[in-house]
């Protein structure tokens, strides 16, 4: 990518300690703890040879090797361990050392990486700074030490072309290609950068070797500019002199173009996407979904564009490309093309987010008010999970929101967000939720988006979030959620849940347990109009494979028969029964009777008979009863008594198998209490300088209530009992509003 670079002036240069500069071949060096690499327990010699290498290859390596040989950056060595080297030729027709580490990768015991996201750093960038410089550090891993006792890792095979010496060579310092090597550097760096401050109001980011400073005065960010580069000359660093961006309105940093307020893809690697050719190979898919998905936060419908890609990924087939994927993928470059610029967030006002769902994925843009319009900072999207695709529309709305506030969270970094969407999230959580959705799903997503102090729901006719932005006026949208998710999920319109009024009466129930070491299985419809006229309808022994949910089905398969041409109401105590007639059976119907994973159901043709049986009667409702109640009550008696002879059909020695073929609540609800803090906490409230609260309660410089140690230990744990959220889920949540001391005892 080519940057457009301000030069230095003489009067810069002066300032500058020339030692600084990564002139005439030589790297940095740091003054710090040689690193220690371990490696799993166990591990053998890892010994891969060398791959065959042309006869040019090694000769463009051999002023690299003998350089690195002079600093003391390789050594000669005798290690049990080798992996194999390779010479990649560079555009400008030099060679570059590049060694396969994956071997060693696999093996490495890792540290937890504290590399931040792009997205999440740029999105510290204020809008009001507008100068810029870019520190771009020259072969930065080699200036990190490594232990004498992690060198043999990293040894590896040097036949020279012209001296025929064949040696083996280890690394005196951080390799380049393994793992571990940018989250190392990048602690190692931000240690350093501790102890140095910037002039005023000039902030500075690091990504890995990477650094941007910026600000709002330009002599200000010069200063500090300079001073840096003579900070990381002192400390053994070496600045890439050719790629320093000093000082300027808009840099290129991490591939994108940054100015005042703004973000923007720049022109090079725009022009690089759109030149790649069709793919060949699934290696050339992944290589442009990469690419592509780099600059998704520009791309409109990102998820749903490059689907088609993904599709290709995942077919056993060999890659066959179409002219239909030719158009599709002309369409994404022209999506790219055509980019707009992004707003950079200021986390000081509230965000907007627009949030939609179709055809199984979320998506929606984030945006803020800026000079009295809302403009665009991110573009989101993301498929829903497999069990969330198989939900109404309205439901698949609730997941969407929860999924890109998540994507939100980690640009606007815990910001206010007034949510648009075209569905009644709060109704559908709490009326139609629990029929489709386990009980910790629904706790995370009150959780997410009812009792977060930093969202507000709105209800928008905006289904679009890019007609929003660009003033297009909006279809009208509005709906009654829970009508419609009635009608989505009914087979006829004129199923009820309730019992009718009129019409025959049917108590259906089926059997399948093992008594003397044999399974058995029946089913039973029993038939009645009170309490006192319950009597057999019909009953039978079915296959002794079948589960009691397969025979509870049928039993309900066998009451709508009998039911055929007439009124009435079907009572079973079975909820799967019940799901499949009311809910979850059009939505299978509608998909080809596949589950959510692609794969046929389980019990396919049972389900399909059901919802064709389920036409026959000319009114008809399927009612769900508890089972085992009392014989005192109408409906506790139908269902014992269906119970009782489903058991009884089962364990007929004479009976027949007779069965057709068949291919606000959270842990802060009450308020939380006021803690008592012990001598390390009260330390910690004075050095971080809190403040108190309007309630009395201690909150840290960014506005997080800090608790004592049990209440932290007891919210926690209360949460973990909402959601079953893993460690990583639970830290997350709880610093999100919340702040502890950390125990030193574990």
């Given at each position: 990518m080519k940057v457009k670079i301000m030069k230095l002036t003489a009067e810069d240069l002066e300032e500058i300690n020339p030692e600084v500069w990564a002139e005439g071949g030589k790297s940095g060096l740091l003054n710090i703890p040689p690193i220690e690499v371990k490696m799993q327990p166990g591990t053998p010699p890892i010994r891969i040879k060398q791959y065959p290498m042309s006869l040019e290859g090694k000769k463009g390596l051999i002023p690299i090797i003998e350089q690195l040989l002079k600093e003391g950056i390789l050594e000669p060595c005798m290690s049990p361990h080798n992996t194999p080297i390779l010479a990649v030729k560079k555009a400008e027709g030099k060679y570059r050392l590049v060694q396969d580490l994956q071997e060693i990768n696999k093996r490495t015991i890792t540290k937890h990486p504290v590399v931040p996201n792009p997205y999440n750093l740029l999105s510290q960038i204020p809008q009001e700074h507008a100068w810029f410089t870019i520190i771009d550090l020259k072969d930065a891993f080699w200036a990190c030490p490594l232990a004498e006792g992690s060198r043999d890792w990293f040894a590896f095979e040097w036949d020279h072309p012209e001296t025929k010496r064949r040696q083996q060579l280890r690394w005196t310092r951080l390799p380049q290609g393994f793992t571990e090597s940018p989250n190392l550097f990048g602690q190692a760096l931000e240690r350093l950068l501790e102890q140095f401050t910037p002039e005023g109001q000039v902030q500075i980011l690091q990504y890995v070797d990477d650094l941007l400073i910026s600000g709002e005065n330009q002599l200000e960010v010069r200063t500090t500019s300079i001073k840096l580069l003579n900070f990381l000359g002192e400390k053994g660093l070496k600045v890439s002199k050719k790629k320093l961006q000093f000082v300027k309105p808009e840099v290129t940093y991490l591939g994108h173009l940054i100015g005042k307020g703004y973000k923007k893809l720049s022109p090079e690697r725009i022009a690089g996407i759109i030149a790649i050719p069709a793919p060949k190979t699934k290696r050339d898919i992944r290589k442009l979904l990469g690419l592509f998905g780099y600059c998704r936060h520009w791309i409109d419908e990102y998820t749903q564009n490059v689907r088609f890609l993904?599709?290709?990924?995942?077919?056993?087939?060999?890659?066959?490309?179409?002219?239909?994927?030719?158009?599709?993928?002309?369409?994404?470059?022209?999506?790219?093309?055509?980019?707009?610029?992004?707003?950079?967030?200021?986390?000081?006002?509230?965000?907007?987010?627009?949030?939609?769902?179709?055809?199984?994925?979320?998506?929606?843009?984030?945006?803020?008010?800026?000079?009295?319009?809302?403009?665009?900072?991110?573009?989101?999207?993301?498929?829903?999970?497999?069990?969330?695709?198989?939900?109404?529309?309205?439901?698949?709305?609730?997941?969407?929101?929860?999924?890109?506030?998540?994507?939100?969270?980690?640009?606007?970094?815990?910001?206010?967000?007034?949510?648009?969407?075209?569905?009644?999230?709060?109704?559908?959580?709490?009326?139609?939720?629990?029929?489709?959705?386990?009980?910790?799903?629904?706790?995370?997503?009150?959780?997410?988006?009812?009792?977060?102090?930093?969202?507000?729901?709105?209800?928008?006719?905006?289904?679009?979030?890019?007609?929003?932005?660009?003033?297009?006026?909006?279809?009208?949208?509005?709906?009654?959620?829970?009508?419609?998710?009635?009608?989505?999920?009914?087979?006829?319109?004129?199923?009820?849940?309730?019992?009718?009024?009129?019409?025959?009466?049917?108590?259906?129930?089926?059997?399948?347990?093992?008594?003397?070491?044999?399974?058995?299985?029946?089913?039973?419809?029993?038939?009645?109009?009170?309490?006192?006229?319950?009597?057999?309808?019909?009953?039978?022994?079915?296959?002794?494979?079948?589960?009691?949910?397969?025979?509870?089905?049928?039993?309900?398969?066998?009451?709508?028969?009998?039911?055929?041409?007439?009124?009435?109401?079907?009572?079973?105590?079975?909820?799967?029964?019940?799901?499949?007639?009311?809910?979850?059976?059009?939505?299978?119907?509608?998909?080809?009777?596949?589950?959510?994973?692609?794969?046929?159901?389980?019990?396919?043709?049972?389900?399909?008979?059901?919802?064709?049986?389920?036409?026959?009667?000319?009114?008809?409702?399927?009612?769900?009863?508890?089972?085992?109640?009392?014989?005192?009550?109408?409906?506790?008696?139908?269902?014992?008594?269906?119970?009782?002879?489903?058991?009884?059909?089962?364990?007929?020695?004479?009976?027949?198998?007779?069965?057709?073929?068949?291919?606000?609540?959270?842990?802060?609800?009450?308020?939380?209490?006021?803690?008592?803090?012990?001598?390390?906490?009260?330390?910690?409230?004075?050095?971080?300088?809190?403040?108190?609260?309007?309630?009395?309660?201690?909150?840290?410089?960014?506005?997080?209530?800090?608790?004592?140690?049990?209440?932290?230990?007891?919210?926690?744990?209360?949460?973990?009992?909402?959601?079953?959220?893993?460690?990583?889920?639970?830290?997350?949540?709880?610093?999100?509003?919340r702040s502890a001391k950390k125990s030193t005892n574990g």
């Open positions: 993904y599709d290709k990924l995942v077919s056993s087939e060999l890659i066959e490309w179409t002219q239909e994927n030719e158009k599709q993928l002309e369409k994404l470059k022209n999506k790219l093309s055509t980019a707009p610029v992004l707003s950079l967030p200021d986390l000081k006002k509230e965000f907007d987010l627009f949030v939609n769902t179709e055809g199984g994925v979320a998506y929606g843009v984030l945006a803020q008010e800026w000079g009295g319009c809302k403009k665009p900072i991110a573009f989101l999207s993301k498929i829903l999970d497999p069990v969330a695709r198989g939900w109404p529309a309205c439901l698949q709305a609730v997941a969407a929101t929860a999924v890109l506030v998540e994507e939100s969270q980690k640009l606007t970094l815990n910001g206010k967000i007034q949510i648009h969407t075209p569905h009644d999230i709060k109704t559908v959580l709490s009326r139609e939720a629990p029929g489709w959705v386990t009980d910790s799903r629904i706790l995370k997503y009150e959780i997410t988006l009812i009792n977060s102090e930093n969202l507000r729901l709105t209800v928008s006719k905006n289904l679009n979030p890019a007609q929003f932005l660009s003033g297009e006026p909006p279809p009208d949208l509005e709906h009654d959620c829970l009508e419609l998710m009635s009608l989505q999920t009914k087979v006829r319109e004129d199923l009820e849940s309730t019992p009718l009024p009129y019409g025959k009466r049917l108590f259906t129930d089926g059997s399948s347990r093992v008594l003397e070491g044999k399974r058995v299985s029946g089913y039973a419809v029993v038939e009645g109009s009170t309490i006192e006229d319950i009597q057999v309808r019909e009953t039978g022994k079915l296959p002794s494979s079948w589960s009691a949910q397969l025979c509870e089905i049928y039993a309900v398969k066998r009451g709508l028969d009998l039911l055929g041409g007439d009124q009435g109401t079907i009572y079973t105590d079975s909820k799967y029964a019940f799901g499949i007639v009311h809910t979850f059976g059009k939505i299978w119907e509608e998909r080809g009777y596949l589950n959510s994973k692609g794969k046929d159901l389980v019990h396919k043709e049972m389900i399909r008979s059901v919802l064709t049986s389920l036409l026959k009667p000319i009114e008809i409702a399927v009612v769900h009863v508890k089972g085992h109640q009392k014989e005192t009550t109408f409906e506790g008696k139908g269902n014992q008594l269906a119970d009782k002879e489903a058991k009884r059909a089962a364990q007929d020695p004479k009976g027949s198998i007779r069965i057709l073929a068949l291919n606000e609540t959270s842990e802060e609800e009450g308020g939380e209490e006021k803690p008592k803090y012990d001598r390390t906490e009260l330390k910690a409230i004075k050095d971080l300088g809190m403040r108190k609260g309007e309630h009395g309660e201690w909150l840290t410089p960014d506005g997080r209530k800090f608790l004592n140690k049990p209440l932290a230990r007891r919210i926690l744990t209360e949460i973990h009992e909402l959601t079953h959220w893993g460690t990583q889920g639970l830290c997350d949540h709880f610093l999100k509003e």
